[in-house]
C-alpha cells in the first residue's frame, strides 16, 4: 500500500536530527505521499531538518520556527501555517524536554523548576498545540503524541518524565472527548526504549535497553520504521475509528508483569 496519505497536510513537531522518533515518523509521512510541515525551535535545528530533507530530496517542505513555551508563540506558529495551509488533517506532537539531573537517583530529588519545566514542555504543549491546530482542522483529522511506559509504571531513573508522561496521557483522553464531535482524534503511542539523543540523557538507559531485549515478547529494540507505522495508521483514514487511546509500540514489553 502507498499514497495513503496524499492530499493530506500533516504537521511533525519535535523533529532535531536523524535519530529523532520525529523524524522516522516524518520520513514515513513522506513515504505515503503526504505534505509534511516542520516546526523546529532555533537555526541548528532548523539546519539539521533541511539537511535530512535534502537527503529525502523532498523540497517542498514549509519550516516554521515553533517555541512551546510560549502561547503567544504557539497561535503564531498555526497561523503562519495557515496562511500556506489554509486545511491540516494531522499533527504529531513529538516533543519533550526535562534536566538531564531530574533523570537519576530518588523522585523525591525533584527539584520544583525541574517538575515544572517537564510539565510544561512534555505534557501541556501538547493542550495549547490542540487548542491552535484545531482551528485549521476543518476536515477533521487527527493529533498523535508520544509517550513511554514509564508514564504508566515506575522505570528506574525515568522519574520527573514518568510523571510528566503519565499527564500526557491524560491529557490525550480529556482532548479526544473535547474534541471528537469535529471528528478530530488524539492518540498517543508508546515507544519502547529507542536510541535517541534525548534516551541518552536517561541514567542508565543501556540497562533499561538491556533489559527490554531480554524479557519483551519480540526480543528486539524498537525501530523508527515501526513507529513511523503506527503514526500512520493513526493519522491516515485507516485510524478514523481510534480515539483516546494509547498505542503501545514496544515489542510487547507492556504486557510483563515482571
Known amino acids: 500500500m502507498s499514497g495513503l496519505l496524499k492530499n493530506k497536510n500533516l504537521v511533525v513537531m519535535g523533529v532535531a536530527n536523524k535519530w529523532s522518533i520525529a523524524w522516522g515518523i516524518a520520513k514515513k509521512f513522506i513515504e505515503h505521499d503526504g505534505n509534511v510541515i516542520f516546526t523546529y525551535l532555533g537555526e541548528k535545528t532548523k539546519n539539521s531538518i533541511e539537511k535530512l530533507l535534502a537527503a529525502e ?36 506532537h513529538s516533543i519533550a524536554h526535562a534536566k538531564k539531573e531530574e533523570l537519576r537517583g530518588n523522585y523525591y530529588d525533584t527539584s520544583r523548576d525541574g517538575f515544572l ?13 490542540t487548542k491552535y491546530a484545531k482551528d485549521i482542522m476543518s476536515e477533521g483529522g487527527a493529533i498523535v503524541t508520544m509517550t513511554y511506559l514509564g508514564g504508566e509504571r515506575v522505570v528506574k531513573n525515568y522519574n520527573v518524565m514518568g ?3 503519565a499527564s500526557l496521557e491524560s491529557s490525550v483522553k480529556y482532548l479526544a472527548h473535547d474534541l471528537g464531535q469535529a471528528g478530530i482524534r488524539v492518540n498517543a503511542i508508546s515507544a519502547g526504549p529507542i ?25 528486539k529494540l524498537v525501530t523508527h520504521e515501526q513507529l513511523g507505522n503506527a503514526a500512520l495508521f ?5 485510524g478514523t475509528g481510534v480515539t483516546g487511546e494509547v498505542l503501545h509500540v514496544d515489542n510487547g514489553f507492556n504486557i510483563l508483569g515482571y
Open 117 to 129: 519545566m517537564a510539565q510544561n514542555i512534555s505534557a501541556f504543549s501538547l493542550v495549547k498545540v
Open 195 to 219: 536510541k535517541t539523543l534525548a534516551a541518552k540523557g536517561v541514567g542508565d538507559f543501556n540497562d533499561i535497553a538491556s533489559v527490554f531485549l531480554s524479557k519483551a515478547p519480540i526480543r
Open 163 to 165: 510523571v510528566a508522561k
Open 234 to 238: 493513526l493519522c491516515s483514514d485507516m
Open 57 to 92: 530530496n523532498y523540497s517542498n517542505a514549509l519550516l516554521v520556527e515553533c517555541d512551546v513555551t510560549n502561547d503567544e508563540e504557539i497561535k503564531k506558529t498555526f497561523d503562519l501555517i495557515a496562511k500556506s495551509y489554509p486545511v491540516i488533517h494531522s499533527v504529531v
